[in-house]
């Protein structure tokens, strides 16, 4: 799997649009973009996928670079419930392939 | 919406002595997976499961640990004899071919 580099923490006002980088310049033809979450010591939550297009689901929005070297995650509107590590990961599109956990983001919203 | 349900949510057990961690995936998954979470530390991969044998394992993974489907339904992570150093969250996940990760809420392990 691909490596990425995001960003050790950010910080983000409350209602505030959140983006988070993520840069993944060695990323496979077949591999796709995945972001999770780890709000405290809870399990890792999934927000979304991508693979070339931008995607959008009731959570958060993916940008995907024309290159896909790099990507942004976006949360339209922050709430205190986001603070938490936020995950980029690379993998191939496969149920039996494993995820590789980086150290993530750790996106603090402010009130 | 459907999760993956983990119990305990916290044991405790001395060291040397046998535990069982235990998970329900999502009922139509055929992925199954453990993590685990040292405090502090990044999640971190231990076995993926599928058609009732291990696909992968890391090198965490090793012969103190082993995973059962025992029935239809449960997904167990069975540690021999713990250490100190097993004290951990552990964490099971479940998929499907098509969709992201589901995990369960962590299986706190303390041992002393």
């Known amino acids: 799997d691909a490596k990425t580099t995001q960003p050790t923490s950010m910080d983000c006002a409350e209602g505030r649009a959140a983006n988070l980088p993520c840069n993944h310049s060695t990323i496979s033809g077949n591999e796709y973009v995945y972001w999770y979450r780890q709000i405290h010591s809870q399990g890792p939550q999934y927000i979304i996928h991508g693979l070339k297009n931008n995607e959008t689901n009731e959570m958060a929005s993916l940008i995907i670079t024309e290159d896909r070297k790099s990507s942004t995650l976006i949360l339209p509107h922050a709430t205190l419930r986001d603070t938490a590590v936020y995950y980029c990961i690379v993998r191939v599109w496969s149920g039996a392939n494993n995820l590789f956990f980086g150290t993530g983001t750790r996106l603090t919203v402010i009130p | 919406e459907p999760e993956v349900t983990q119990t305990p949510s916290h044991q405790v057990t001395q060291m040397g002595q046998e535990v069982i961690l235990r998970c329900v995936p999502i009922s139509n998954h055929l992925y199954f997976y453990w993590y685990r979470q040292i405090l502090g530390q990044k999640v971190e991969f231990l076995v993926s499961?599928?058609?009732?044998?291990?696909?992968?394992k890391s090198e965490i993974f090793d012969d103190q640990f082993s995973v059962e489907r025992p029935d239809g339904s449960n997904f167990t992570l069975k540690i021999r004899s713990t250490k100190l150093e097993d004290s951990a969250m552990y964490f099971c996940?479940?998929?499907?071919?098509?969709?992201?990760?589901?995990f369960g809420s962590g299986t706190r392990l303390t041992v002393v």
């Open positions: 499961f599928y058609n009732n044998e291990i696909s992968e």
């Open positions: 996940a479940s998929s499907d071919a098509s969709s992201g990760y589901t």
